[in-house]
Each structure stands twice: as structure tokens, then as C-alpha cells.
């Protein structure tokens, strides 16, 4: 197909240094990425490294994401698909969700964007892709911190954008001073690379004349779990199909947002996002129909779901394989792999079947079993590492099985090229029980089997599989899987959310408000 996309881009290194670019003189592009999901009861701040072990790239770095399902590879689509344009990446900062940023680091890539911005400017058009649901340690609306410095340094002229996750948390404000923007509706999120390009859509019309886009964001009555949001069944299903049927004529998108329910924030909550051409009255009052039919559904967004020892015996009594979805404690909710609840629960019931769990997060247990080797002996406590909150730690003995450095690339169909990095590895037996355990030293999602396939497995070589997940995983693995059970136990990412410490957050809202889950 002639020139690949590498010699098509002009990178931000070849602009610093004024090479001639191969493309047109057509409109300017900036592109840079601040995505992260903020829990605010994970027990850990991050700080760079976090970024660097996720996605930290700036300039031909990102080529890497050509051909992904992620956000920067619908960028690199809308680049191929409009060669006049001139894209320059800047900073591309991604980790996985956890506890909030270190003010510092968020400071320094606000700085290293608006800076880059100035130097590099004038733009055309700038797309930020965001999660939404950013926290920052000892500040508020971070995201929104973020956007109007980036407003502030390319003026009203530029055509301003940005994508979000399904579960942001997003400030009306920040809307308010955007020219274009969309979300994920998917969730599992297989259409990250769609999100952007219909948000580069709007610029790109904006940046012609041909388009006027004006975005209204209405937040509706509720922060909700994120359980039931799947969008191939149930409430959330409705509500995007809602939102398709709103679109024509002016209408350009609607988006309703589910919102990230361990974010405690004053943008906390579900909402609706709908942008039009050139109508803000129809924008408002769409957003406003739309987050209506969020409240309305909100009852069917808070389920119940069993404790661990009910979800073991309802897992061992079904069709195998089966999963048993430590929901609490997920990494992608901002878990931290480390609450024991499940793992205690699965050697009290001292289940009879091969069992493995998907994972703890614990470098020390990695280190010693390194040093023991494969076949080696290595014993200690799992769980309850980072914090004694979520219940006690295991006691254990085990066997080393298999010893890996962490790192594959994803599969179709979620986030399909990305590498996922969960840093060296160990496969333990523990001693008196048919339970594998894997351990890592690097918090990661493990909703790609690559992880399992990584350890000599595949999905069904144990019959029961314990994992820190939630929905995500599902992409990947439900179709391999005859049993989910979800279950709640105590962790950071737990179900009652009502439970949580939440100080920020309207109390206006439900759960918040009293009104029972
Ligand atoms: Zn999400």
C-alpha cells in the first residue's frame, strides 16, 4: 500500500527539527494522552514508573499502536485515511487503574504538553484522549485542570477534542470548552480506536467550516456500579441504544457515560454527553432526555451478588470450566490484586478440583521463588500485603512450577497489540491443596489469557479459574468458559459502594443520598 504509515506521519521529532514532511500542508494536528482511571480507595499513589510500564510515548513511539483497537491506533487510521493532515504526538501517558497520580508527575506532563504546544504551535485542531476519570493526589476535577490548560494555550482559534472511557467522570465544564468529543460504547471496550475517530470527525469538520460543534454534558442522579454495564445485555444495553436513536440531522453524538464508581470526586456520576451542529438548545435538552433515561434504569445497575463461599460452592456445582470473578479486587476498577478474601475462602472449602487463581500482585513472593528456581519450595503469606482493610493475609507453602518475565502482547478482540507487562512471574502450587496461584511483581489486568498462556495454560486446563477481574475479561474468555460466577468480596473495587469513605462526591447522589442500593 505504497508508503507506510511511519513515512506518511510527520512525527514531533521531525517538526522540532524542520524536516521536510512528506505530506500536504494541510491542518495541524496534536495529539496527547492523559488516561487514567483514579481509585480513591486503592491503597498506593502512582507515580511515574506506573506510566512507563503502561503506555509513556511521545513522537514516532507512537507507531507502535498502528493497527491496535486502541484510541492512538484510530488516530493513525483517521492519518491514513486523511494524508493532508500533519499529526504530531505529544506526550502519551497511559497506566493501569489504580490509586491517584502523584500531583508532581501529573504537573509535569501538564507542563510537558502545554510547553510543547506553545513551541510547536500553531494547531489546527488538538485531540486529548482521556479516560475521564483522572485523580490526582490532593487536587480535584484533575481532568478538567488538565483541558483548560491546554485551552488556555492554544486559544479559541484551535479546534479542540477529546475521548473518553464508558466510565468517566466527567465535569460539564470540561464539555463546555471542547469543540468535539465521544466515548467508548462498548463495554467490554472493543471500540476505543471508534471513540477517537468520531471525535477527530467533529475537528476535522470544525477545522474545514463545515462543521459547528457544540457539546453539552448532563450529569444524572447516580453513581453506579459498574457490574451490570456490560453493553450486550441489560441497562446499559438500553441505554446505548438509546443514544443511537438520537443521532441525525444536527444530532452528531450522543454518549452516556456509566462513570467509575471508586472515583471520589466532585465530577463523580454517571452523566450524558450529546454535541450538535451549531444548536446548543437541542444539545442541552438531548443530554438532558438522555441522563433521564440513565436515572430511570439506575435500580437495575445495583445487583446483588454472592459472598465467596456461596460463589465457590454455586462455581464447583456448575458446568466447568467455571470462573469466579473476584470482582473487589479488580485491577481494571483499581484494584491492587491483593485482597485475600477469595483465596481464603476457595482453601477453607477445600475445593476438590484443579484450581487456578489469577493473581497476586507480590514482587518479595516473585523474588524468593526466582531464587528457590522450578521445582524449588518457597512459602509465606499472599493477600493483605499493601493493606490489612480487605482481611488478613494467607498463610501458604507451595512448590514452584513455572518462573516468566511478564510480558506478552494482547489478542483480539480488547486492546488487541497492546503489550501488557505484569514484570517477572511465578507459577506456585500451594502444599495440601489442588490450587495453582499465579504471582507477579507488577500490577497489570489480566483480562488477556496471553497471561495464562504465558504459564503453559489455557483456559480449562483447571477446572475452576479464580480471577481479579470484572467485565473486561469476559472479551476474551467467556467464550471458553461454560461457568461465571461474580462474587463480592471485600477490596478497593467492592460492590456496596455505599460502603466507601466518599467525601467529594455530591451526597446528592444515589447511593450517597441514602436511597438503598
Ligand atoms: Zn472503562
Redesign the pocket.
Do not use: M, Q, R
Given at each position: 500500500m505504497g508508503l507506510s504509515r511511519r513515512e506518511l506521519l510527520v512525527t514531533g521529532a521531525a517538526l522540532a527539527t524542520a524536516a521536510a514532511a512528506p505530506r500536504g500542508r494541510g491542518p495541524r494536528l496534536a495529539v496527547a494522552m492523559l488516561s487514567h482511571?483514579g481509585n480513591s480507595f486503592a491503597p498506593v499513589t502512582i507515580g511515574l514508573d506506573a506510566f512507563e510500564s503502561s503506555v509513556w510515548a511521545k513522537g514516532d513511539a507512537a507507531q507502535r499502536f498502528d493497527g491496535t483497537a486502541t484510541e492512538l491506533g484510530g488516530v493513525l487510521d483517521f492519518a491514513a485515511a486523511n494524508p493532508d493532515w500533519q499529526v504530531d504526538f505529544l506526550r502519551l501517558a497511559q497506566a493501569t487503574?489504580s490509586g491517584p497520580v502523584r500531583a508532581d508527575v501529573f504537573d509535569a506532563i501538564v507542563a510537558e504538553v502545554v510547553g510543547d504546544l506553545k513551541a510547536r504551535g500553531p494547531y489546527d485542531a488538538v485531540l486529548l484522549i482521556l479516560?475521564g476519570?483522572l485523580l490526582v493526589e490532593g487536587r480535584d476535577l484533575a481532568d478538567l485542570a488538565f483541558v483548560q490548560a491546554v485551552r488556555d494555550a492554544v486559544g479559541t482559534g484551535c479546534a479542540l477534542g477529546a475521548s473518553f472511557?464508558?466510565?468517566?467522570n466527567i465535569d460539564p465544564r470540561l464539555v463546555a470548552l471542547l469543540d468535539g468529543g465521544s466515548g467508548?460504547k462498548t463495554?467490554p471496550?472493543v471500540d476505543q480506536a471508534d471513540a477517537a475517530k468520531r471525535a477527530l470527525a467533529m475537528l476535522r469538520g470544525k477545522v474545514r467550516g463545515e462543521l459547528r460543534p457544540v457539546g453539552v454534558l448532563v450529569k444524572a442522579g447516580a453513581i453506579l456500579p459498574?457490574i451490570n454495564m456490560r453493553t450486550a445485555e441489560g441497562p446499559m444495553a438500553e441505554l446505548e441504544a438509546v443514544a443511537a436513536a438520537m443521532l441525525g440531522g444536527t444530532l452528531l453524538d450522543a454518549v452516556p457515560f456509566?462513570g467509575?464508581s471508586y472515583g471520589d470526586s466532585v465530577a463523580a456520576g454517571a452523566s450524558a454527553m450529546v454535541f450538535t451542529d451549531g444548536d446548543p438548545a437541542l444539545a442541552r435538552s438531548a443530554a438532558t432526555r438522555l441522563a433521564g433515561e440513565i436515572d430511570a434504569r439506575a435500580d437495575r445497575f445495583f445487583v446483588a451478588l454472592p459472598k465467596p463461599a456461596e460463589a465457590i460452592a454455586r462455581a464447583v456445582a456448575a458446568p466447568k470450566p467455571a470462573a469466579i470473578v473476584d470482582a473487589g479486587d479488580n485491577p481494571?476498577s483499581g484494584g491492587v490484586a491483593d485482597t485475600p478474601g477469595l483465596l481464603r475462602a476457595l482453601i477453607d472449602a477445600k475445593v476438590a478440583l484443579p484450581t487456578l487463581f489469577a493473581f497476586f500482585w507480590d514482587p518479595g513472593v516473585v523474588a524468593r521463588a526466582r531464587a528457590a528456581g522450578v521445582g524449588g519450595r518457597v512459602s509465606g503469606t499472599l493477600g493483605g500485603r499493601l493493606t490489612p482493610d480487605f482481611g488478613a493475609p494467607v498463610p501458604f507453602a507451595a512448590t514452584v512450577l513455572r518462573l516468566t518475565d511478564g510480558r506478552f502482547t494482547a489478542q483480539p478482540p480488547f486492546i488487541i497489540g497492546t503489550r501488557l507487562d505484569f514484570g517477572p512471574t511465578a507459577l506456585l502450587r500451594l502444599d495440601g491443596t489442588m490450587i495453582d496461584v499465579i504471582v507477579t511483581s507488577l500490577c497489570a489486568s489480566p483480562h488477556d489469557p496471553g497471561l495464562l498462556a504465558l504459564h503453559g495454560l489455557k483456559i480449562g486446563d483447571h477446572a475452576l479459574l479464580a480471577i481479579k477481574a470484572k467485565n473486561?475479561f469476559r472479551a476474551a474468555y467467556a467464550a471458553h468458559l461454560k461457568t461465571i460466577v461474580d462474587t463480592d468480596a471485600p477490596g478497593p473495587a467492592a460492590l456496596d459502594i455505599a460502603s466507601f469513605p466518599f467525601r467529594r462526591a455530591p451526597r446528592r447522589l444515589r447511593p450517597l443520598n441514602g436511597n438503598p442500593s
Open positions: 482511571e487503574p479516560h476519570a472511557d464508558l466510565h468517566a467508548y463495554h471496550h459498574s456509566g467509575f481494571l473486561h
